[in-house]
């Protein structure tokens, strides 16, 4: 049996805008040893190598982190804590350096939060997270691009994606990915076109990677629902799409293979 560990509704005093302090309580502290007792050397090892080395794992599989979170939650209760306290929990696992830690904060935001606090809220403790350094992979930054930045897309509340949108021009390079990654969740919906474009159009002469994959992940997912509109993206904003991007992200459009040759020749001149 678990040691019993005082309530976190203890852990503060007053209800103060982001107050609590998880590690006072402990709950934090008990996640991670309750990853580390399942924690797997060989899943460590995969992950690190898959990411080369830019993130630390414990190495537990994302199942396994979901079930501990839920057990976690229950166990001590957080449900009963205002969402601002929750909240302010899922954002301390965030900027722990650990990727299982991140993943549990994440987890929380998207089954727990992202329906219950206003969107304004969970974009400024976004905003926050990118300033701080919080994220600093492709993997976890994603990962919070499409457990939580895409659900609040997806409740289409008035604001969330200009919002979001407007980050494409931060200063943080992952805050800039996660201007446009997001937008792979509604681009059946032809009212965020506009945001895609201009996000597309803001991005695209950007030549890290990272950025020019983030453009090809719309770029590919809205071309299976809009053809024609993903094409003429990919027309518009050719000379600035990287190799990468049309080799693979181009794959369902119709004119891929010559999209591919045209590639090459600008490649050869």
Do not use: C
């Amino acid at each position: 049996m678990r040691p019993s560990l005082p309530a976190p509704w203890t852990a503060w005093s007053g209800h103060d805008e982001m107050s609590f302090d998880p590690g006072a309580a402990g709950v934090i502290a008990d996640l991670q040893g309750r990853l580390n007792a399942v924690a797997d050397p060989a899943t460590k090892a995969w992950f690190e190598n898959y990411l080369k080395h830019v993130i630390g794992y414990r190495g537990v599989k994302t199942p396994v982190v979901t079930r501990i979170v839920a057990e976690w939650r229950r166990e001590h209760g957080l449900e009963r804590l205002p969402d601002d306290d929750q909240l302010a929990l899922a954002r301390s696992l965030i900027e722990e350096r650990l990727a299982e830690d991140k993943f549990a904060g994440i987890l929380y935001m998207q089954k727990y939060l992202v329906r219950r606090v206003q969107p304004d809220r969970l974009l400024a403790v976004a905003e926050e997270l990118f300033a701080k350094g919080a994220f600093f992979d492709w993997s976890t930054s994603d990962w919070f691009s499409v457990r939580v930045l895409a659900p609040l897309l997806r409740l289409g509340r008035t604001g969330t994606a200009e919002r979001i949108a407007g980050w494409r021009t931060a200063e943080n390079l992952w805050q800039r990915r996660a201007a446009i990654v997001p937008f792979r969740a509604v681009v059946r919906d032809q009212s965020y076109h506009p945001f895609i474009d201009t996000t597309v159009a803001a991005l695209v002469g950007e030549r890290e990677r990272f950025i020019q994959t983030g453009i090809g992940w719309v770029l590919s997912d809205m071309s299976k629902v809009h053809p024609h509109v993903a094409a003429g993206l990919v027309e518009r904003h050719f000379d600035d799409l990287s190799a990468e991007v049309i080799r693979r992200h181009t794959r369902y459009l119709p004119d891929h293979e010559r999209y591919k040759a045209r590639k090459r020749r600008g490649a050869i001149r």
